[in-house]
């Protein structure tokens, strides 16, 4: 039965045991075999919600390369991981830890970091190759243990080559891990010393049933020693093993008491079994809560409160439907009689809801109008409902944590839920208002999936159009291919909405942070793409830079914007050939659009362009209207390029390609923390990504 990623899943976490292996090698594997692999992982993240995702892994590693693409993984996941190491990570499980934005070791548990390992089958030069591969994965990956660790890359090096060890506490300290959990220490449960009448009926059975087993059991009775209360009652050695009344006497056997079935033989639970039975109790409380909770029928707080109070899963639940039935209307089942309050309570919750994200955002019609003006301390305020008293302090606190109208279905505080929304709205509305100068050296966005490298592959060949032979035969075409290859990348910064710019009412730093971060975002993008021009980054295909002599696409002599200059540059790109055409004749005729200079040439770019009249026909600019200008300071000394070059682009071929991570085309904030009243912690990130992909729509002069 071939294994998908929901047998990664269980409880809610993220489960990876055994080894790590590659997509590849998932069908050869069989049924008992252990393992995890890229896949699989991609497909549990999928079934899991976009919030922190906990992720339990014990694995001696395995396929270095699987190991670095689920930790890609891992990292890009909304809201991150917390990864928990229960047992070993080693080799390429342990560089899946650093992937965690909480890296937490069991008591007992361990890494293991060592160099990359391979085999090869090959000539003197093959093994030379192969070890230099070797070499770049161990340094690129010391790079990934360096960045969590907070060490350098010579220090993890040095630490991989000698294959090294952590337990839990040195792991922390070295900066391969968070924090140790706690360790699991036993659980002393206070009993009432008051006998019930079934305690003294349980007592009594257990007391007739060790005098039955000593009974039968002369051999534990001479194996005691004499001045043992065994031998002189008569017991066996079981009786450790039986419940001992420590208040009263044993009640003298009753012939009338019925016959208790007998107790195990071990009633002293460990500490595991005691950590198990309580994380089932929890659970079970918490999944049959969760619906009624989600739709408004219980509070959370409901819940936390029978868990806090150790009552068993089935008083738990007799408890919860008592709450909900009490909160039932009356008259609900007559005919004319309403529908469950809850669901009302609910559709006016989010109504509300949308009418304060609204008030907030400055929306002055529609559900927004009944809370015009708001702000954020009258919105926490307003949260705390009834519970709000005379000291408005504490009434803040309370409305910052609660969660009456949303249910904390979303794991987050009403106040959370809707500051946090309101920031993400405004950030993506600032977004857009922004301009995107780079767009015009870029096409159409690419879309990637994960963080891996996505590939631009260009196609072209001999399609020149044959003689048909005399048989009727047709002439094949060959085609040809080149890739060009980008990432995207993820930044991002912390926000921090706190509980004194709350008090202080700070709405304008409220409504300034999404305009920054949207700048942010703008000015991130400009960097990754300009710089490409700048720095006249190289292609992946051939190793060459993007303007170049062998493309064709870069001056041979420097010159100012003429008309003569810009003659030439359209020459070159005029007989720009398609890739991989063995035909002379095969001209793309790109045809240059725009003209895009440094701000130093802003003056010169413009009075190229701009119409006027020639004195005589020696004089005429035929390119006037035909080239755009646009001034771009990215380009110019001032960021490290050159006031005096200038470019020529086709937008119908343009030499930049960028990507957007799949779903995130623009800055988004999501809360990490949202049931703190002192504090709402969000992220703003943008993830995007930029690369050099085509040189003939492009041509270059350094200027003079």
Not at 560 to 579: G, H, L, N, S
């Amino acid at each position: 039965m071939m294994r998908t990623g929901s047998d990664l899943i269980f409880n809610g976490e993220l489960i990876l045991s055994g080894s790590v292996i590659d997509d590849s090698q998932v069908g050869w594997m069989w049924e008992e075999d252990v393992f995890f692999a890229p896949s699989l992982v991609r497909q549990a993240l999928g079934q899991l919600s976009e919030g922190r995702v906990t992720v339990r892994i014990n694995s001696v590693g395995g396929h270095a390369n699987a190991g670095e693409q689920i930790r890609a993984m891992l990292a890009a996941h909304p809201g991150g991981c917390r990864i928990i190491v229960e047992g070993l990570a080693a080799s390429a499980a342990s560089l899946i830890l650093m992937a965690g934005v909480e890296r937490i070791m069991s008591a007992g548990s361990h890494i293991m970091i060592h160099d990359p390992l391979g085999v090869i089958i090959g000539n003197e030069d093959d093994a030379r190759r192969h070890a230099d591969h070797l070499s770049l994965e161990a340094n690129t990956y010391a790079a990934v243990y360096a960045a969590a660790s907070g060490k350098t890359v010579e220090e993890v090096r040095a630490l991989m080559k000698a294959e090294t060890w952590f337990g839990p506490e040195t792991a922390v300290a070295e900066g391969f891990a968070d924090r140790v959990e706690e360790p699991v220490t036993a659980i002393a449960i206070e009993v009432p010393r008051e006998m019930t009448a079934a305690r003294q009926h349980y007592m009594a059975g257990c007391a007739q049933l060790r005098e039955r087993l000593a009974a039968n059991n002369p051999q534990s009775r001479a194996a005691r020693p004499a001045s043992s209360p065994a031998a002189a009652g008569g017991q066996s050695t079981m009786e450790g093993n039986m419940p001992q009344d420590d208040t009263n006497p044993t009640p003298a056997a009753n012939p009338a008491t019925p016959t208790p079935t007998p107790a195990p033989a071990q009633m002293q639970a460990s500490p595991d079994s005691i950590v198990a039975q309580e994380r089932a109790r929890v659970r079970a409380i918490r999944e049959m809560s969760a619906p009624h909770v989600t739709s408004g029928r219980l509070m959370q707080a409901d819940v936390d409160a029978l868990i806090d109070e150790g009552v068993g899963a089935n008083e738990a639940g007799t408890r919860l439907m008592a709450t909900m039935a009490a909160q039932e209307p009356l008259g609900r089942s007559a005919p004319q009689g309403n529908g469950p309050r809850s669901s009302i309570q609910r559709d006016e919750g989010e109504t509300r809801v949308t009418a304060m994200i609204g008030a907030l955002m400055g929306e002055t019609e529609g559900p927004a109008t009944q809370f015009r003006g708001m702000r954020l301390r009258h919105l926490a305020m307003e949260l705390a409902g009834s519970g709000r008293g005379y000291n408005d302090t504490d009434t803040i606190r309370r409305g910052m944590r609660a969660t009456s109208m949303m249910g904390g279905a979303y794991g987050v505080s009403d106040f959370a839920y809707i500051t946090t929304e309101v920031m993400n709205r405004s950030l993506q509305q600032a977004y857009q208002r922004r301009n995107a100068s780079w767009q015009l050296v870029t096409g159409a966005p690419l879309t990637a999936t994960d963080f891996r490298e996505l590939h631009s592959v260009r196609f072209g060949g001999d399609f020149s159009l044959k003689p048909v032979k005399e048989n009727g035969e047709y002439q094949s075409a060959v085609l040809a291919d080149e890739t060009e290859g980008l990432k995207v990348e993820r930044r991002g910064r912390t926000i921090n909405l706190t509980f004194e710019a709350v008090v202080n009412d700070d709405m304008g730093a409220f409504q300034r942070i999404p305009t920054e971060f949207a700048m942010a975002a703008r000015t991130m993008e400009n960097s990754m793409v300009w710089s490409l021009l700048r720095a006249n980054a190289k292609l992946k295909s051939d190793g060459k830079a993007l303007f170049h002599t062998d493309h064709g696409n870069l001056a041979g002599s420097n010159a100012a914007i003429t008309a003569a200059a810009v003659a030439a540059a359209r020459k070159a790109m005029w007989e720009q050939r398609a890739f991989g055409t063995a035909d002379k004749d095969d001209f793309l005729q790109i045809e240059p659009d725009r003209l895009i200079v440094p701000p130093a040439l802003e003056l010169v770019a413009l009075q190229f362009a701009t119409l006027t009249t020639p004195a005589t026909d020696g004089t005429t600019n035929p390119y006037k209207a035909s080239l755009t200008p646009a001034v771009v300071p990215n380009l110019g000394a001032a960021a490290g390029g050159s006031d005096t070059a200038w470019y020529l682009i086709s937008s119908d071929m343009p030499p930049i390609a960028h990507a957007y991570l799949e779903g995130y085309a623009a800055p988004t904030v999501q809360t990490i923390e949202g049931m703190n009243p002192d504090m709402v912690v969000m992220n703003a990130r943008h993830i995007f990504g930029a690369a050099a992909v085509e040189h003939r729509g492009a041509y270059k002069n350094a200027g003079a």
